[in-house]
């Protein structure tokens, strides 16, 4: 498998603009999170689905964020409009539930800078 | 609120010894721990976990500590190697919250030759 799929790498936008980022998780997998890392507030979870709903979003920083998983092997993150303090790395993970290890695998992350 | 910290923002240790990597956590919730390493312009990869009802685990080079009444637990690297260099993240999930993980900020280990 080639593991979660995170696209793009980089991406570097105006302020007030748009920004789309995708997650292609482990096929098979249940679980879907989207994560953001910072100096300040480290790797914080902003919201996961299980079988393609979404179950817990409080972590999501506003309303200007939004996620949505339309089936099991594709989502997005969505911010409008960006903000410069968005700037981050934001993770994707799945896991597969119903394993004694619950770990989750992580893809290698869309660096977001906002100008 | 940080549910899950890392107090050492940083570490170094000389190739051959021992690190040690510590974590403490606040809600007695939490029935599983994880440790992830992160290397640069990479997703965190899993490195070993640990169960609430155990207080130890080892896996090689790696061992995972619990001491639940302390709410502690601490990640042992015998012997380092440079190659262990990376950020270490501690996370930890809570029972009947499906499998999110909290995160603590991280640990930068660095081994030198």
């Known amino acids: 498998d080639a593991g979660v799929i995170q696209s793009p790498r980089h991406e570097v936008t105006e302020m007030g603009q748009e920004v789309t980022l995708r997650c292609k998780p482990i096929s098979g997998h249940d679980y879907l999170f989207w994560y953001r890392q910072t100096m300040m507030r480290g790797l914080e979870l902003l919201i996961y689905?299980?079988?393609?709903?979404?179950?817990?979003d409080s972590g999501m920083p506003e309303d200007r964020f939004s996620a949505k998983m339309p089936n099991a092997s594709f989502s997005t993150l969505k911010i409008q409009p960006s903000e410069p303090r968005d700037s981050a790395v934001y993770f994707c993970?799945?896991?597969?539930?119903?394993?004694?290890?619950?770990?989750?695998?992580f893809g290698q992350g869309t660096r977001l800078t906002v100008v | 609120d940080q549910q899950v910290k890392q107090n050492s923002p940083s570490l170094s240790v000389q190739e051959g010894r021992i690190s040690i990597l510590n974590c403490d956590y606040t809600n007695s919730m939490f029935d599983y721990f994880l440790w992830y390493k992160k290397y640069p312009a990479e997703g965190p990869t899993f490195l070993i976990s640990?169960?609430?009802?155990?207080d130890k685990n080892e896996d090689g080079r790696f061992t995972v500590f619990l001491n639940k009444s302390a709410k502690h637990l601490s990640l042992h690297i015998v012997p380092s190697q440079p190659g262990d260099s990376a950020v270490y993240f501690c996370a930890a999930r809570r029972i009947n919250s499906g499998y999110a993980l909290n995160f603590g900020k991280g640990t930068s280990l660095l081994v030198t030759p």
């Open positions: 689905f299980n079988n393609n709903v979404p179950i817990d």
């Open positions: 640990i169960s609430s009802i155990k």
């Open positions: 993970a799945s896991s597969l539930s119903g394993r004694p290890n619950t770990e989750a695998f």
